[in-house]
């Protein structure tokens, strides 16, 4: 039998072990908290896509997903610069060419976000911001631009039922179930918002923080193929996971500092980071990890990085991020330089 000393020696030993286990857990957690860089690029340089009416510049978009065809690709964009007082059309189509074929939503928004496009190819935005009776709404569109429902009460901020505080995306399920990404910092909500096609209120989760559950600047919403709900959780740096009623899954860090995520048919997940910071700031390359990561939505595997474009003039690169039926990813820049296609080789 062992002695007391011998016993006591042993109880060090084991709680020195555990110790050690969990310094090698949290300091393998630390180690690992920036994303990868060094994966492969398997698309063209990106260049330029869309064009514009001549006279009209590019202001912030950061909104980009394909129609429902997965040929043309729809933007959100900020009216040339401000769309608080403007009169241009923020809701923009464009061919497979980049050919502008459609325009619409002139003078009703704020600040331009997120975009959908349902299975009917009814088209969804959200306008994270409110002033002058406009804003903090999600708007439902036609095809061919009719307004056909608004979510939340233009200009009239809130956290109630009914209303919006900054919502920053939006999501739209086979069955027209709508999944709003509410909250865009600083004071305002921090939350998903989960409505049925007419627009009635079916549940909502979440609040300021970082715990599972909880959200700091919900930046991004998409839909896998089993329904479940990936939130791009910018200001935690994650990508939270819940099941279609906000049950919490699983949380990633492995793909940056996510702005916007993206999910095809086929479960690959496209994830924009333009804030990761590295000890340099990220403004020089190679080093900085700011750029599009893809993997896998099933297990979270991570395969593919598209660095930022402009590694010289830009160091936040694009904020939206989406992809055609052919592969093709197309990024959303925020920074007044429209969108930028990156072609499948």
Known sequence: MQTQAAQARSTLAAGFAATMIL???????????????????????????????????????????????????????????????????????FDPNGKLIKSFGAAMFVFPHGIAVDNEGNVYVADADGKNGKGNVVVKFSPEGKLLMTLGKPGMPGDAPGYFYRPSAVAVAPDGTIFVADGHGGDS????????????????????????????????IALDSAGRVFVADRVNSRIQIFDPDGKFLAEWKQFGRPSAVFIDKHDVIYVADSQTEDKETCTLDPGCRRGIRIGNAKDGTVKYFIPRPNPNDDKSGGEGVAADAAGNVFGAENVGKGLRKYAKQ
């Not at 921090?190 to 909880?214: C, F, M, N």
């Open 23 to 93: 310094f090698l857990v949290q300091a393998t957690a630390e180690t690992t908290t920036l994303p990868s860089n060094d994966l492969p690029n398997p698309y063209a340089v990106g260049i330029k896509f869309g064009q514009l009416p001549e006279g009209r510049q590019w202001g912030g978009v950061i909104a980009v997903t394909p129609d429902r065809d997965g040929r043309s690709i729809w933007a959100f964009e900020r009216c040339g610069g401000n769309c608080l007082n403007s009169d241009l059309p923020a809701v923009l189509e």
């Open 189 to 220: 909500n921090a939350r998903i918002v989960k409505l049925a096609p007419d627009g009635r209120i079916i549940t909502s989760w979440g609040k300021k923080g970082a715990g599972p559950g909880e959200f700091n600047e919900p930046h991004g």
